[in-house]
């Protein structure tokens, strides 16, 4: 039986590299952390990382591939890694890659993610194509915006113009979409789908924290205006979060709709973590506004487990370790290539 202890497990520290170092270990693994020199200390006070290998920037990625070859590392994908190093070129990484690499693409295009949505038939928010089309609010996102960044709200044509002005002439500026904007609360649905077992998982939800839009209700309305406060939504963390019981069949629907979609986009479909990211409104349909094809950070909080995860495993299971732990499986079966892509 081939041996995990031959393998590594690679990532580069950002976003959920603890959660996926310490997951790696737990199972295990040795683990590498590929670090951009001055951000290495949360790497090293939680040692998670058995060999931390330091970049001037995470761009240098490619610069050390070859280390990471030598040491029979797995890379594992996430946030930080597709935004620093972009869905293109993470397609050309030769090192062992965990999860399917053609569906970064699809999840980090505004245009391909819809259809691979509306093809799995999930409710999504309406789009309009001009400004001029206008009629409900709205929520213009730029495309690439990182973490919501710079965001703005519009009801009515002259509304989103005047709103515009500001991004008038940067760059970027005529790369945005303009969506319905939903009210309700926030959910993100956490899923893992293993070829090895064929079956779909809820890993857990969250819903995120994020700055100025969770904080604008602690001061009046009237102090808003005055203070001309416009909403953005800078991601700053995530907040746990169990949903209501009965909704729990429509998202595990949902979850497989959208594995069953992906095996028209990319050979062999998506599997490993992947997250399905919106609203519930007070009718509580469920609207979708992005899928992340890889471990979402909302996953942070349950380093040692979720309560859905509780019930499932009498262990504590991330789902840094859940994928670890596929990871295993597929070398100890013989089948590494199930988890590589
Ligand atoms: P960072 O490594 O923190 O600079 O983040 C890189 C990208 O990952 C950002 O553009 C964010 O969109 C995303 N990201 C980082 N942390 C989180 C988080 N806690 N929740 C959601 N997205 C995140
Ligand atoms: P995104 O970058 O698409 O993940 O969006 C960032 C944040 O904007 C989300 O976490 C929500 O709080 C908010 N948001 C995005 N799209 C919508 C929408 N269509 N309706 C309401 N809120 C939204």
């Given at each position: 039986m081939a041996n995990f202890k031959d393998y590594k497990i690679a990532t580069i520290g950002s976003h959920t590299a603890l959660q996926i170092l310490k997951g790696a270990k737990d199972e295990g693994f040795q683990t590498i952390c590929i670090c951009e020199k001055n951000r290495k200390r949360p790497y090293e006070s939680f040692k998670v990382a058995d060999k931390i290998i330091e970049v001037d920037s995470f761009k240098d990625f490619f610069k050390i591939e070859d280390q990471l070859i030598k040491e029979n590392a797995i890379v594992i994908p996430h946030g930080s890694f597709v935004a620093y190093l972009g869905a293109e070129k993470v397609k050309s990484v030769r090192a062992m890659h965990y999860g399917a690499k053609g569906i970064l693409e699809w999840e980090s295009n505004r245009n391909k993610e819809r259809e691979w949505l509306l093809d799995a038939q999930i409710p999504m928010p309406k789009l309009f194509k001009s400004p001029e089309e206008i009629d409900r609010p709205c929520i213009i996102k730029f495309h690439g915006a990182s973490g919501g960044k710079g965001y703005f709200l519009a009801n009515t044509p002259a509304e989103f113009h005047e709103r515009f002005k500001v991004y008038e002439g940067k760059a970027d500026h005529n790369d945005y979409v303009i969506q319905e904007y939903i009210v309700g609360v926030p959910v993100y649905t956490h899923y893992f789908y293993s070829r090895l077992t064929g079956e779909l998982e809820i890993m857990g939800f969250d819903k995120r924290y994020e700055s100025n839009a969770d904080s604008i209700g602690r001061i009046a309305a009237k102090d808003q205006v005055d203070a001309d406060i416009r909403t953005t939504y800078t991601i700053t963390g995530n907040v746990p979060l169990v949903i209501r019981e009965s909704i729990l069949p429509q998202m595990f629907e949902m979850g497989e709709r959208v594995i069953e979609s992906s095996r028209k986009l990319v050979d062999?479909?998506?599997?490993?973590?992947?997250?399905?990211?919106?609203?519930?409104?007070?009718?509580?349909?469920?609207?979708?506004?992005?899928?992340?094809?890889?471990?979402?950070?909302?996953?942070?909080?349950?380093?040692?487990?979720?309560?859905?995860?509780?019930?499932?495993?009498?262990?504590?299971?991330?789902?840094?370790?859940?994928?670890?732990?596929?990871?295993?499986?597929?070398?100890?079966?013989?089948?590494?290539?199930?988890?590589?892509?």
């Amino acid at each position: 039986m081939a041996n995990f202890k031959d393998y590594k497990i690679a990532t580069i520290g950002s976003h959920t590299a603890l959660q996926i170092l310490k997951g790696a270990k737990d199972e295990g693994f040795q683990t590498i952390c590929i670090c951009e020199k001055n951000r290495k200390r949360p790497y090293e006070s939680f040692k998670v990382a058995d060999k931390i290998i330091e970049v001037d920037s995470f761009k240098d990625f490619f610069k050390i591939e070859d280390q990471l070859i030598k040491e029979n590392a797995i890379v594992i994908p996430h946030g930080s890694f597709v935004a620093y190093l972009g869905a293109e070129k993470v397609k050309s990484v030769r090192a062992m890659h965990y999860g399917a690499k053609g569906i970064l693409e699809w999840e980090s295009n505004r245009n391909k993610e819809r259809e691979w949505l509306l093809d799995a038939q999930i409710p999504m928010p309406k789009l309009f194509k001009s400004p001029e089309e206008i009629d409900r609010p709205c929520i213009i996102k730029f495309h690439g915006a990182s973490g919501g960044k710079g965001y703005f709200l519009a009801n009515t044509p002259a509304e989103f113009h005047e709103r515009f002005k500001v991004y008038e002439g940067k760059a970027d500026h005529n790369d945005y979409v303009i969506q319905e904007y939903i009210v309700g609360v926030p959910v993100y649905t956490h899923y893992f789908y293993s070829r090895l077992t064929g079956e779909l998982e809820i890993m857990g939800f969250d819903k995120r924290y994020e700055s100025n839009a969770d904080s604008i209700g602690r001061i009046a309305a009237k102090d808003q205006v005055d203070a001309d406060i416009r909403t953005t939504y800078t991601i700053t963390g995530n907040v746990p979060l169990v949903i209501r019981e009965s909704i729990l069949p429509q998202m595990f629907e949902m979850g497989e709709r959208v594995i069953e979609s992906s095996r028209k986009l990319v050979d062999g479909g998506m599997f490993g973590p992947f997250c399905l990211e919106g609203i519930i409104d007070p009718e509580l349909n469920y609207y979708i506004f992005e899928i992340s094809a890889r471990i979402v950070a909302g996953t942070n909080p349950y380093i040692h487990g979720s309560p859905y995860t509780w019930l499932r495993y009498n262990e504590p299971m991330s789902t840094g370790r859940r994928l670890a732990r596929d990871i295993k499986m597929a070398i100890e079966a013989g089948k590494i290539e199930a988890v590589l892509g």
